[in-house]
């Protein structure tokens, strides 16, 4: 295990500010994690574990919502200093995020290969069937079934727990450091869950990432 943090969270705050008052959503957090690694933030609900996951991104939603202090260091710089073009570029391949609702994550008119297929051509120079072919060992390796099938599909011919392997094939296909898992099992039913869950441990054993849950 590497001794420097890949990622550490120092005295985050993140505010919301409506048209009255201050809602003080993170409020002094801090943690470490390091590669090979799993982390859980845990809380009662709307205690700001999301909140936390998205200012480590700076994906905050809307212009209400703001950190106002403390660092998000990754491999010790900080993304709090970063711009949005830089941060484009780590998000993905530096960090990745799995969302609760898998539905939120892909887009409904696009087949799942399309959408897959659509990061890889970024990644490379390989287009047509060499991506394709791409997007089914991706698919493969979160053990989604028929994969050559599922790459034609589109999101609603997939049951929820389908859909959530190919948001996590997605979120891997870069092979990000960090792995920010937001209550990825929320809309699964338990028995789903548990496999889900097991499979981001497999990932994660093959290939030292560190995941933030």
Request: proline share 4%; glycine share 8%; charged share 20%.
């Amino acid at each position: 295990m590497s001794q420097e943090a890949m990622l550490e969270v120092r005295d985050l705050h993140t505010h919301f500010f409506p048209r009255r008052g201050i809602v003080k959503a993170v409020d002094g957090v801090s943690f470490s994690l390091h590669l090979g690694e799993v982390l859980g933030l845990v809380g009662e609900s709307g205690c700001g574990k999301s909140v936390t996951a998205l200012s480590v991104l700076q994906l905050l939603p809307g212009e209400s919502a703001r950190t106002v202090g403390g660092q998000v260091l990754l491999d010790g710089e900080d993304l709090l200093l970063k711009s949005k073009k830089q941060m484009r570029e780590i998000r993905g391949h530096r960090i990745a995020m799995i969302l609760q609702d898998p539905q939120t994550s892909l887009n409904p008119v696009f087949t799942i290969g399309n959408q897959l297929s659509e990061i890889l051509v970024k990644d490379n120079e390989k287009t047509g069937g060499g991506v394709l072919q791409q997007a089914v060992e991706a698919l493969r390796k979160v053990k989604l079934a028929a994969p050559e099938t599922r790459v034609r599909q589109y999101p609603h011919q997939l049951s929820g727990g389908m859909k959530q392997r190919v948001v996590g094939a997605i979120a891997m296909s870069r092979a990000p450091d960090v792995l920010i898992a937001d209550e990825p099992t929320t809309a699964l039913d338990v028995t789903i869950q548990l496999q889900y869950l097991q499979l981001l441990k497999e990932l994660q054993a093959e290939t030292d990432m560190a995941i933030l849950f």
